[in-house]
């Protein structure tokens, strides 16, 4: 039977080991949490399994990924939340992609393509995210792409993109004097 001080100690570790997962930005091994609080592995793996265990319990938002070693996520179905919240990550050849939209919108998604090989697969990602729009050109054959709202938001740009492609073009021929 457990004593109420190993009780305590476990909560404890157990908070520990929380506060690590929730500090750190990727998943951690036992092992490596356990160093960096200086216990015994099997301690941390008994504190990652309740803290598992009082996570799913509780049916939270939350949850603790054990597939790469431990992490704690937003359960998958409130993803979407976050996803309006937070910032997303853009791989940098999307970033140049979406870099040359807002440079010259609006822009055909032809004459994108002719500028970014992959820019089919580019424009669905930043259209998904909510950084670009994708209309029907009058003839029908082609896209019109333009930044959004969120695109000024995530960059923390005042004005639109015109107004940014100005400031860039101004800076552009400071340099060359």
């Known amino acids: 039977m457990q004593t109420e001080e190993n009780s305590e100690m476990n909560n404890n570790l157990k908070a520990k080991v929380e506060a690590v997962l929730f500090v750190t930005a990727r998943a951690m091994q036992p092992l490596e949490i356990a160093e ?3 216990v015994r592995e099997d301690e941390v793996e008994n504190a990652l399994l309740d803290l598992m265990f009082d996570y799913s319990s509780r049916e939270g938002a939350l949850e603790i990924d054990d597939e790469d070693g431990y992490i704690i996520q937003v359960r998958a179905e409130h993803l979407d939340i976050v996803e309006k ?3 997303v990550d853009l791989k940098p ?3 140049k992609t979406l870099t040359v939209i807002a440079l010259k919108e609006p ?3 032809s004459a994108l393509k002719d500028l970014r090989s992959n820019a ?3 424009v669905a990602e930043l259209v998904e995210k909510g950084l670009i729009s994708r209309t029907k050109d009058k003839n029908g054959r082609s896209y019109n792409l333009k930044t959004t709202p969120k695109f000024a ?3 923390k740009l005042k004005g639109d993109a015109k ?3 100005k400031l860039l073009d101004s800076n552009k ?4 004097l």
């Open 107 to 109: 822009i055909r998604q």
């Open 36 to 38: 960096l609080l200086n």
């Open 163 to 165: 107004t940014l492609a």
């Open 93 to 95: 050849a999307v970033l």
């Open 173 to 176: 021929e400071l340099k060359n």
């Open 120 to 122: 089919y697969e580019h």
């Open 153 to 155: 938001e995530y960059f």
């Open 85 to 87: 919240l937070c910032p």
